[in-house]
């Protein structure tokens, strides 16, 4: 139960100190922990609510502390595993009805027969009930970080401490972390590919783009390299878009073979699912560094379900780099919006949480000069933050390394200083902390005038 806050915050074990307050239900459900949050598991001395519909025991009340622990009704590595990895989804691809199962494979069938005006309506009466989803929470679900805090600040409270030394999110104490992710889906994105590059660079921001390695396109060494060139970054996007890839394990076993091999012939180490399709509980067949198909809240995606957090986390050696704002085919063709409005109250959420802030934007759905605009504006505005705000804007390749460089330094505390060790800890900052207004609040060590 302690590990999971103290890999959290890469904070010293010792500080964390947590136990079960008794025997837990027979039954998962849903309840609250104060605040906004919405969790799933089973309770000690209650039972949760089958569904996250209507009124939820809220649970908070029921911590106590002795001798420095920390008594919870709740297994913490239980409930973050049921809402990271989604174990709390009745909508996954293994979990799926068979008629359910039979009409997802024929609508993809057919797919390439339809054109975009019968495709669109379709989707979006599938998605009509969007507006009534209780859980994951739209916009952005912070439910994973707002309990890891709650238990932060337990802990401060139960050990009496004034303030627990952990390391910072985020290198060189940035605020915040983007990243620009372009799927390319077809021929038309692909050959649009050049032209969203030069404003990406205009903007000086580089984008990992995700390509799909076989039928919807021809993938030339030339095309590869034209991307890597620019310093932008090649990750592999499926096998062929069909939707089909978590269906079946044993197909699933043979895709993923031809994956990997594309992943290498391509030097990729990032991995994104089609129609961000996915079971968690299989990607330990994936050999890559990171992955990139689990929604934050997926209440506009054929698969439901989200990972409730605006954090990287592990799923096994994979980092999951959660996709954490709208999708752009979302925003225009089911919400028929044309601004920025909504992901910017996304940004501002996620910052607020001090989170990762994820886009997909893809080539195709941006040719036109409405949708450009509206591109456009989302650069200049992450330009911004990141000039008076320090947003942190790199290559998604770039945060898989600095996370599991981050996940492998430690805090040494001795009687004259603090400090971190391990690799990339010259660009690795501590912060602190501590309890303002019964409220948990961050402070970032100052950097010496020398290393400034």
Request: with cysteine; aromatic share 12%.
């Amino acid at each position: 139960m302690n590990e999971y806050v103290a890999q959290y915050y890469r904070c010293p074990e010792r500080h964390i100190k947590s136990n079960l307050a008794g025997p837990l239900s027979q039954e998962n459900g849903y309840f609250r922990f104060g605040g906004e949050g919405l969790y799933y598991g089973q309770l000690a001395r209650n039972t949760p609510s089958p569904t996250p519909n209507g009124k939820l025991c809220d649970v908070i009340s029921h911590i106590s502390h002795n001798n420095g622990i920390t008594y919870l009704p709740f297994d913490v590595t239980q409930v973050m595993d049921n809402l990271r990895l989604e174990l709390y989804s009745k909508n996954s691809p293994h979990e799926a009805s068979f008629l359910g199962s039979i009409l997802n494979r024929i609508y993809y069938l057919l797919r390439p027969l339809l054109p975009g005006r019968v495709r669109r309506p379709l989707q979006k009466a599938r998605l009509s009930n969007w507006k009534t989803l209780k859980f994951p929470q739209w916009p952005v679900d912070r439910s994973v970080d707002l309990l890891f805090e709650q238990l932060l600040l337990a802990s401060l409270r139960a050990s009496g401490l004034e303030q627990i030394p952990f390391i910072w999110f985020w290198p060189d104490g940035a605020s915040s972390c983007a990243i620009m992710t372009h799927d390319v889906e077809g021929k038309r994105g692909r050959d649009f590919c050049a032209k969203v590059m030069d404003l990406d660079d205009a903007y000086g921001i580089k984008a990992s783009i995700t390509i799909v390695p076989e039928l919807r396109y021809e993938v030339t060494t030339e095309y590869l390299d034209s991307i890597w060139k620019r310093g932008f970054e090649v990750c592999v996007q499926d096998l062929n878009h069909d939707g089909l890839l978590f269906n079946d394990w044993e197909e699933y076993l043979a895709r993923v073979e031809k994956i990997n091999a594309y992943g290498k012939q391509y030097g990729a180490t990032g991995f994104r699912s089609a129609v961000l399709y996915r079971n968690q509980t299989w990607f330990d067949r994936l050999q890559f560094s990171y992955d990139m198909s689990v929604p934050n809240v997926a209440h506009l995606e054929p698969q439901r379900g989200g990972c409730c957090t605006v954090m990287p986390y592990f799923v096994g050696d994979i980092l999951e780099l959660p996709v954490t704002t709208t999708q752009d085919y979302a925003l225009f063709n089911y919400l028929n919006e044309y601004s920025i409005d909504l992901w910017r109250r996304q940004i501002e959420i996620i910052m607020e949480q001090h989170g990762l802030v994820s886009f997909i934007v893809h080539p195709d759905y941006i040719t036109k000069s409405r949708e450009w605009n509206v591109y456009k504006s989302l650069l200049a505005h992450l330009a911004w933050l990141r000039d008076v705000k320090k947003l942190w804007i790199p290559l998604s390749g770039e945060v898989d390394r600095w996370w599991r460089q981050r996940a492998n330094m430690t805090i040494v505390e001795d009687q004259h200083s603090v400090r971190i060790e391990g690799e990339g800890s010259e660009r690795a900052r501590i912060a602190y902390a501590s309890v303002m207004k019964g409220r948990l609040v961050y402070t970032l060590q100052p950097v010496p005038a020398l290393d400034r």
